[in-house]
């Protein structure tokens, strides 16, 4: 007996209901905190009814296909599905937040958002939300900055995993499959945190904060147990071990595998490590400089504040250590140089949003290769190489074309967002500031969005910070797959019914 092929949108819909086990299982995470905070039992529901109602739906969903035999995805499907799986992911997500009373659906869709998009914008009032609540904040940023489709897809097959990685926007293949990929870069992210933890421990601050704080940052998240975030600390060890931390996010996994094999020299060679040492030498002293009439000419806190602040903003982390960045700081060199950083974005495959180094690098070389040309006689073909982990990596026209397309149509949403920003009243500045800052999901903030925030703002944000993190183009042809499958379905049944009469 021929049993039944599930394929297309069927299958598609088995493998939501095991995506919906999974994350059913990470919204139970933070029950582990019970034994050691018995005072936290009372918030145990918060995370009890919508882990168990997504393990027990996916159970259904999954039990319903079982014994089947699992065709393949039609083409971009996969694509149809990552975007599934993070909606689901958020929707669910939210659950624990509306369940406290104290948020609406739309705030609880933005801090889910912005916890899974590792971007640390929050409506939350840490210093009255449950210890639960908070780190379950913090494992939002731990799955959404490894990979959500990474970690869940890796507890499913190898070969279709690393296709629905790929279509998330991932490029770090480390290994030749996703599971070893997986494992190591879970290894590279489990280790940074771990010694994160040790190092703050180390120099004064409370295991709690230490391990949310460590996951925050090199998660690039930037959810933080204190109001003041890492300025509530006042600490400069923990500021640069911070720095270390959001640096270590912000860069490529591969560009970590090849430090850890010790080929320094393909370190020092990547394209976008260059960029940033080039940005650091030139960023740090023109915010020191610019900071030194805010804070009475004293070097030390002006590169202090400055450096921090960059680092933030470039890896797209959100930290600070300044009560606002508005104010006397604003308009300066300070408060648009970090809009910049925040477009620019960090490494790519690291956990970070932005246009991200590596594209910005290739626009700059690409406008070179251009004028260079334009200037060289026409029958002279060029093959241009950009240094990827050390090694020269041909360059086709066809992905200058695809980066430059991307890059534009960043600049075209974020100036969208900007002026929805702008329609409730905001500057066009802090309205710029803020969006870019959702859509580069960096978290840094000049108090637009927040708990009083209107619906509208929190909704224009969430969506940026959900086309930043999957890089628009896996949510345009989910989109349009969709429509195209629609039409021909459409089209179908007319025919069918034209047939009948």
């Not at 018995?38 to 996916?58: A, C, N, Q, R, V």
């Not at 933030?312 to 648009?336: E, K, L």
């Not at 209107?454 to 224009?460: A, E």
Request: glycine share 10%; aromatic share 12%; charged share 15%.
């Amino acid at each position: 007996m021929n049993k039944k092929i599930v394929s297309g949108y069927p299958l598609i819909i088995n493998y939501l209901g095991i995506f919906a086990i999974l994350i059913g299982f990470i919204n139970l995470l933070p029950l582990i905190l019970i034994p050691f905070r018995m005072e936290d039992i009372k918030d145990s529901y918060l995370f009890l009814y919508p882990g168990g109602i997504s393990i027990l739906i996916g159970s259904i969903v999954f039990i319903y296909f079982k014994g089947r035999e699992k065709g393949k995805l039609e083409r971009n499907q996969d694509a149809i599905l990552v975007v599934c799986i993070w909606i689901m992911a958020i929707l669910i997500s939210s659950m624990p937040f509306i369940l406290t009373g104290n948020y609406t659906f739309t705030q609880a869709i933005f801090e889910s958002t912005s916890g899974y998009s590792t971007t640390g914008l929050t409506v939350v009032d840490v210093t009255v939300a449950p210890k639960a609540l908070l780190l379950f904040r913090s494992l939002l940023q731990f799955f959404g900055g490894i990979g959500l489709v990474l970690v869940l897809t890796s507890a499913i097959s190898d070969k279709f995993g690393m296709r629905l990685y790929s279509a998330e926007g991932h490029s770090d293949k480390l290994m030749p499959n996703l599971i070893r990929s997986g494992r190591t870069i879970l290894s590279i992210y489990i280790g940074y945190i771990t010694i994160g933890v040790m190092l703050y421990l180390i120099f004064g601050m409370p295991f709690f904060d230490a391990i949310n704080h460590a996951i925050s940052a090199v998660a690039t998240g930037g959810f933080s147990t204190q109001k003041a975030s890492i300025g509530y600390y006042n600490s400069v060890p923990i500021e640069i071990i911070t720095m270390v931390l959001m640096l270590l996010g912000g860069t490529n996994f591969f560009v970590h595998l090849m430090l850890l094999r010790g080929k320094l020299k393909n370190v020092i060679g990547h394209v976008e490590v260059k960029l940033l040492g080039i940005m650091i030498l030139i960023g740090f002293p023109l915010f020191t400089l610019n900071l030194l009439s805010t804070y009475n000419g004293n070097v030390l806190q002006s590169l202090r504040v400055g450096s921090f602040q960059f680092i933030s903003a470039a890896t797209g982390t959100g930290y600070q250590t300044v009560d606002s960045f508005i104010g006397v700081m604003t308009p300066s060199f300070f408060f648009f140089g970090l809009i910049i950083l925040m477009v620019l974005g960090a490494g790519m495959g690291s956990t970070a949003g932005g246009m991200k180094q590596y594209r910005v690098a290739l626009a700059f070389k690409s406008m070179y290769w251009n004028v260079k040309e334009q200037l060289s006689h026409k029958k002279i073909i060029r093959t241009h190489f950009i240094n990827k982990i050390g090694s020269k990596t041909v360059v086709e026209r066809e992905d200058i074309v695809f980066n430059h397309s991307f890059l534009m149509i960043y600049l075209v949403v974020l100036v969208i967002g900007t002026l929805i920003f702008a329609s409730f009243g905001h500057s066009l500045e802090n309205s710029l500031f803020e969006f870019a800052s959702s859509l580069g999901t960096v978290g840094l903030s000049v108090g637009i969005t927040g708990y009083h925030a209107h619906p509208l703002i929190l909704w224009t944000s969430a969506i940026g910070m959900f086309l930043g993190r999957l890089e628009f183009y896996v949510i345009f042809i989910a989109i349009a797959k969709i429509y195209m499958d629609a039409t021909k379905k459409k089209i179908g049944t007319e025919k069918k019914i034209a047939e009948i009469k």
